[in-house]
Structure formats: structure tokens, C-alpha cells
């Protein structure tokens, strides 16, 4: 690998990087090219250097938001195998931070997205739905594994009703 392509794969982590915190603060209806390069201080044009389209810029910081929240949970779990009601209890008390709301926002935005299959979204967002499904079953167990599915839904619907509620 030559120095130029590091350094070119070096700065689209670091735009990848600068371009989920904006969806986090903004949202999607809030990127547009322009409001993404200006959030990563650049012009759209040198923007569109780095990634062949915006879609798949902003699928590689859904991404990272993504593992992002895996690596939480793993800091919240112990190691090993812990059970369904470890992983909801987790993701509850995670849910409980208002730091964490702008990206449970950010999540059901993509989710309606998908539900009126966008392309680009719907794969992001099954890929991540299948990301945390495995991850899941493999904090479960194989004994476990099949409860995931439930799991998720359960988390994922009491993190809607949440926000929903809130009064803020």
C-alpha cells in the first residue's frame, strides 16, 4: 500500500467520522452534500473525491454509528455469555442517557427510510439489523440464540415508545 492511499483511507475515516456525528446532531433530512462537506470542512466537490456517492458515504457512518453502539454495549456487559435480560437492561440504561436519544432518532429516521424502500437505506439498515442480531446471538450462546430475534424487537420497541414519551 503507498503512501497516498493511506493517507487518502486516513481522511475518508476521519470524513466518515466527522459525517456520522452530523447525522447524530442533524439527522438525515439534514444531508444534503452540502451540509455534509460543510461538517467536514470541506467543498462538496473534494467531498465527492473521497466516496463514489453520498449514499454510500453516509451508509459507512450509519456504519460506524453502529458498531459504535456494539462497542457500548460490550463496555456495559460482562464478558462471555449473559442472558436476554442482561442485554435489554443494558441497552435500557444506555437509553436512559439523553446523549444517547439523538442517535435513537437518528436510527428510527433510517427505519421509516427503509419501511419506504429507499435502497440505500433499507440495505444500511438491514445490514445493521443483522449486525446486532448476530451479536446478540453470540452474547446469548448457541443454547440461547434463537431468543435474539425477540430480543431485539423488544429493545427496539421499547426504545420507540421511549422517545415517544419524552417531554423534552
Excluded: C
Excluded at 448476530?134 to 415508545?161: C, N, T, V, Y
Aim: aromatic letters at 4%; a negative charge; proline letters at 3%.
Amino acid at each position: 500500500m503507498t503512501r497516498a492511499s493511506t493517507d487518502k483511507e486516513n481522511r475518508q475515516q476521519d470524513i466518515v467520522q466527522a459525517v456520522a456525528q452530523h447525522l447524530v446532531e442533524n439527522g438525515i433530512h439534514n444531508s444534503a452534500l452540502r451540509a455534509l462537506a460543510k461538517s467536514v470542512g470541506m467543498s462538496d466537490r473534494m467531498l465527492m473525491y473521497y466516496f463514489e456517492t453520498k449514499e454510500e458515504l453516509i451508509a459507512q457512518a450509519l456504519m460506524l454509528i453502529a458498531s459504535g453502539l456494539i462497542g457500548s454495549l460490550e463496555n456495559a456487559l460482562p464478558r462471555g455469555q449473559v442472558s436476554g435480560q442482561q442485554i435489554l437492561d443494558a441497552l435500557r440504561l444506555m437509553g436512559e442517557d439523553p446523549a444517547a436519544h439523538p442517535g435513537q432518532k437518528l436510527w428510527f429516521e433510517i427505519i421509516g427510510l427503509a419501511m419506504r424502500d429507499d435502497g440505500p437505506y433499507k440495505t444500511t439498515a438491514t445490514q445493521i439489523l443483522d449486525g446486532w442480531e448476530e451479536w446478540i446471538k453470540d452474547r446469548l450462546g448457541s443454547k440461547r440464540a434463537h431468543m435474539a430475534p425477540a430480543i431485539l424487537a423488544q429493545a427496539e420497541g421499547e426504545m420507540m415508545i421511549n422517545l415517544l414519551r419524552r417531554h423534552d
